[in-house]
């Protein structure tokens, strides 16, 4: 069983479309073993980003990020990683087809409802940046 992270960006808790968007991980039978919503200071986005601090659009993702709590949530289930991410569909919400969460519910590249992690390693390092040992069920 692999875990992953998703993270509800600003966009879906402002449009108060989580719960829309968790029972989609649901009804796929993904089961949520974490959860929590949380504010992220500069240097939790820093970490996260650390692949975008050098560009000029990071202080964007930063106002953006910083613009309303998250909601961070544990995932866990069988081949996890890629069936979320092929769940929510690809970054651009214009280039995501209709049925997934990003070509349903986001706008743009940014404004794209969620955040997911990409490979095994990637959601091992965001567990641990999002939960603090003891957080997750199982």
């Known amino acids: 069983m692999e875990k992953t ?3 509800l960006k600003p966009d879906c808790v402002q449009k108060k479309i989580m719960g829309e968007v968790i029972k989609r991980f649901e009804d796929q039978g993904f089961q949520v073993i974490g959860c929590k919503m949380m504010r992220l200071d500069e240097a939790i986005l820093r970490d996260h980003y650390s ?3 050098e560009f000029p659009f990071f202080s964007e993702i930063l106002g953006f990020m910083q613009s309303s709590p998250i ?3 544990a995932l866990e289930g069988e081949a ?3 069936k979320v991410r092929d769940l929510i569909g ?3 919400s214009t280039a995501a087809a209709k049925g997934t969460v990003r070509g349903d519910l986001g706008e743009d590249k940014m404004r794209n409802v969620v955040h997911a992690s990409d490979a095994p390693e990637a959601a091992e390092a965001e567990l641990k940046r ?3 040992a003891g957080e997750l069920m199982a």
């Open 71 to 73: 909601l961070a949530i």
């Open 90 to 92: 690809p970054t651009d």
């Open 80 to 82: 996890i990683i890629q």
């Open 51 to 53: 692949h975008l601090t």
């Open 130 to 132: 999002f939960f603090d």
């Open 5 to 7: 992270v998703v993270l």
